[in-house]
């Protein structure tokens, strides 16, 4: 890690670390950003920690926007810009090597065996994730009774998201969580 | 597929045959991006296959394997791959960033609004509900993942999924050291089955 104590570049190394770990997609990472930004940096709260998250749920675009609204806790708009940009830039740029490296060796058997070795995996981790946003969210067994109803209609039907987060959002709202 | 739009010919007539200008992969990526909530993968696919027709179903679903072990966010990598296959890096980068520029400057305005009025007590209670949903969405993704694992009687699977589980969520160990470990351990297992299975 740099030993330069500039936030900016702080949030750079870190998000660029974390992105080359990151298998499995942004949100198997989940637990390695709360583990970063609540327990060894101390950027933010367990709590805020879970409303990032449910923010950036609530907002359009790809899983890995929390990692703005972290670098935004940290560091404001410059924040942001710089933890979306470590978190995807980097391993975009080796996607893209990998990506013309393989075309020009067509035919290998091994990124299906690399799949299936990585698959259960990256299910540990989104557990994990699913795990220790749960333990900040589900305060009392309301909340808990919610998480698992919600889960449970997910699983059931085909109902946009959008409408569930909505109702949770009413519900904690109304004050009855 | 309807008809007026799969005449008689060969399927690789059906692929757009003139690649997109940057300005047209920059907006079709926001556009798919500011789509997408709860995950962008289902309105990128409706988009580059159905769409505007520049992969076929199978090609997308290579470049998204490709893109899912890969490291990183897979959406972003997606973008980058794919636009870089029809312009080049030039192309890549402005996948990229219609992808990313649009919803990190909504995200970054929500969280504004969250560092000012985060603790007022209305928007901190409606966010706990929010957030409570939004974990359970999560655990539906995660069965929905593991039924796979269940329907095969993957045991070694299963255990590899637990013991990362306990290790990452239980134990809270740091992310490179577990994969280290688990990395190499689930290829050699994984390589030893197929060699086993021949």
């Given amino acids: 890690m740099s030993g330069d104590d500039h936030p900016l570049s702080q949030l750079f190394w870190t998000f660029a670390l974390i992105s080359l770990f990151a298998v499995g997609g942004a949100v198997a990472a989940i637990p390695e950003l709360h583990r970063i930004a609540v327990d060894v940096r101390h950027w933010m709260t367990d709590k805020q920690f879970a409303d990032a998250f449910a923010l950036s749920q609530l907002s359009p675009g790809p899983n890995v926007m929390i990692v703005a609204l972290i670098g935004y806790s940290v560091a404001g708009v410059a924040g942001a810009a710089v933890a979306t940009l470590a978190m995807c830039g980097p391993t975009a740029v080796l996607a893209y090597v990998v990506s013309r490296w393989l075309s020009n060796a067509k035919g290998a058997r091994w990124p299906a065996m690399v799949q299936a070795a990585l698959v259960p995996l990256s299910i540990g981790l989104m557990a994990a994730s699913a795990w220790i946003l749960g333990q900040a969210s589900d305060q009392n067994w309301r909340a808990f009774a919610l998480t698992i109803i919600a889960a449970v209609v997910a699983s059931l039907t085909r109902l946009n998201p959008l409408w569930l987060l909505a109702a949770g959002g009413c519900l904690g709202f109304a004050g009855l969580l | ?198």
């Fill in chain 2, 1 to 198: 597929m309807p008809p007026e739009i799969a005449p008689a010919v060969h399927p690789a007539a059906d692929i757009a045959k003139i690649p997109p200008s940057l300005r047209t992969l920059f907006f079709a990526f926001a556009k798919m991006s500011l789509s997408g909530f709860g995950g962008v993968l289902v309105f990128a696919r409706r988009a580059i296959v159905d769409e505007h027709r520049w992969m076929t179903a199978e090609e997308f679903n290579e470049t998204f394997a490709l893109c899912h072990f890969l490291p990183g966010p897979n959406i972003v990598n997606l973008a980058m791959v794919f636009g870089a296959r029809l312009r080049g890096i030039a192309g890549g980068i402005a996948a990229f960033t219609g992808l990313l520029g649009p919803p990190m400057l909504l995200i970054t305005a929500l969280g504004a609004l969250y560092g000012h009025y985060g603790q007022a007590e209305a928007l901190r209670r409606a966010l706990e509900g929010v957030s409570c949903v939004a974990v359970g969405l999560l655990a539906s993704v995660v069965l929905r993942m593991i039924s796979p694992l269940l329907k095969k009687s993957d045991v070694v699977g299963l255990v590899v999924m637990a013991a990362v589980f306990v290790a990452i969520g239980l134990a809270r160990l740091p992310l490179q050291e577990v994969l280290l470990v688990a990395v190499p351990l689930s290829l050699a297992i994984t390589y030893a089955k197929a060699r086993w299975a021949r």
